[in-house]
């Protein structure tokens, strides 16, 4: 059996409410094929509006194989492109963060603008044509001050994320503030592991005490749906 068919079948036959089994969590070509069917696909949180405030800031990060840069233009939009110079292939973008006028590949100075259209090409002759060898764009929407990207081709609507996240994030005005300090998480596990924990507070009582005071251990309270629905969170919200 190959392995889509293989995982497909394990998740038609999951038990609701129990964990999937351990491949799922282990196995590196289950992994392989969460990046393939998920994190190529869909729409991926990647940072905040406020990380590059001003014209020429960018971000890079890394999604599986990917390189990606997040960058403000002088337009003021926020735009994404694979960071990988149209060369030979050398990230363009060499830093975590920083700030630029253009892009500058360090390999051989091939050179960008901030809308990724390539400017200049050392010694490429006449008859190159720069026009084709612009940064390739990466799909990139931003909602309440969270910058969102997907790899995919052809993206999904991004409509019903926005919808979803909107009401939550438009109250805490986040593309009004500033980055005050920084804090890098890196847990060693699976992905999936990550956000089963994320998303229940069950565990909250012996392992977050602090939390507890201001948070409550509903088990709607980490939900998106529902909460509005939950007396008890209803209440929450009215303190
Ligand atoms: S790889 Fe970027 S200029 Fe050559
Ligand atoms: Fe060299």
Not at 137 to 154: D, M, R
Not at 231 to 239: T, V, Y
Request: hydrophobic share 35%; charged share 25%; with cysteine.
């Amino acid at each position: 059996m190959d392995i889509h068919s293989q995982v497909l079948r394990q998740l038609n036959n999951r038990r609701e409410g129990f964990s999937l089994e351990q491949p799922f969590y282990i196995d590196p070509d289950y992994y392989k094929l969460d990046l393939e069917m998920i994190w190529y696909r869909d729409w991926l949180f990647v940072g905040h509006d406020c990380e590059i405030p001003k014209a020429g800031n960018y971000v890079t990060l890394q999604i599986g194989d990917y390189p990606v840069l997040v960058l403000r233009t002088r337009e003021g939009e926020i735009r994404a492109f694979h960071n990988t110079c149209r060369h030979r292939g050398h990230r363009v973008c060499t830093k975590d963060s920083g700030s630029a006028t253009r892009l500058v590949c360090p390999y051989h100075q091939w050179t960008y603008q901030h809308d990724g259209t390539l400017m200049s090409a050392r010694h490429m002759g006449d008859d190159f044509d720069k026009k084709q060898f612009g940064l390739k764009p990466v799909h990139c929407e931003s909602v309440a001050g969270y910058i969102f990207v997907c790899l995919a081709n052809e993206a999904p609507d991004f409509a019903p994320v926005r919808a979803t996240i909107q009401p939550y994030m438009a109250p805490h005005r986040l593309a009004e503030t500033k980055v005050a300090a920084k804090n890098t998480i890196i847990e060693k596990g699976n992905w999936k592991l990550v956000w089963e924990n994320n998303r229940e507070c069950y565990h909250c009582a012996a392992n977050h005490p602090e939390l507890c005071r201001t948070y409550p251990e509903a088990p709607t309270a980490t939900g998106v749906q529902g909460a509005g629905d939950d007396p008890f969170i209803s209440e929450h919200w009215q303190r």
